[in-house]
């Protein structure tokens, strides 16, 4: 039997909000093992002059515990 860990983070991208996921999930490798799924919240903009300037993304990461 696996117990499973949820953490929650935040991340942004210039690019995109897969961008921002995928950099969510590079970040969180760093320091994590056994990561199983990204589950995104929320999806937010900022908007500078009326133009979408980056993209973040609010996500929950399960990962397996030893």
Do not use: C, P
């Not at 991340?11 to 969510?24: C, G, I, T």
């Amino acid at each position: 039997m696996s117990v499973i860990k949820v953490i929650e983070v935040l991340a942004e991208s210039s690019k995109s909000w897969e961008d921002a996921a995928n950099l969510a999930v590079q970040k969180a490798t760093e320091s994590l093992h056994g990561i199983r799924s990204i589950y995104i919240q929320d999806f937010q903009a900022r908007v500078e002059d009326g133009r979408i300037v980056s993209y973040r993304v609010n996500a929950k990461i399960s990962f397996a515990l030893d």
